[in-house]
């Protein structure tokens, strides 16, 4: 499973011109499930971006988590997260979890940061979005389940 986050002023994310999710400030997280990922991989990684110290504290330094801030998280599914590029020019995605096993770990994962106390809002699974992101820093980072980069 692999995540990228962003701190954020505030996000949003529409489908068919609709608003399905906005937060103010906290974290977006795009999140790519990928073939073999297990429900540890969404447990090790809500409570590793639930804690994970990125906001500032009354000194300016990164020393609070979003738990600490009262922040909110929007999540968007990204499969793309697992595109490889390696060869040719178009990417592959064979290394991505089919959709039905996706959308469980997904759905898992979000309540997960729910259980966390967070503020959540999510895209929708499998749409076309478009997402705006009004980046915070930038802070942006990249968690893998399986080893770290």
């Known amino acids: 499973m692999r995540a990228v986050i962003q701190r954020v002023h505030r996000a949003f994310v529409t489908v068919d011109k609709t608003e399905v999710g906005a937060i103010g400030p906290g974290l977006v997280v ?11 991989d969404a447990a090790y990684l809500a409570s590793k971006i639930a804690e994970l110290r ?19 998280i929007l999540v968007i599914s990204q499969f793309t997260l697992f595109a490889d590029c ?10 991505a979890a089919l959709p039905a096993e996706a959308e469980k770990l997904y ?13 959540l809002s999510t895209g929708r699974f499998q ?7 009004d980046n915070d820093g930038p802070v942006t980072i990249l968690l893998d389940s399986r080893k770290l980069f």
């Open 86 to 95: 390696r060869k040719g020019r178009r990417p592959g995605f064979s290394e």
């Open 127 to 133: 749409a076309e979005m478009r997402i705006l992101v």
């Open 107 to 119: 759905d898992l994962f979000c309540t997960l940061m729910r259980k966390e106390g967070l503020k």
């Open 54 to 72: 990125i906001f500032e504290d009354d000194n300016g330094l990164m020393n609070r988590s979003l738990k600490d801030s009262g922040g909110a």
């Open 30 to 40: 795009f999140l790519g499930i990928g073939r073999g990922d297990l429900e540890a």
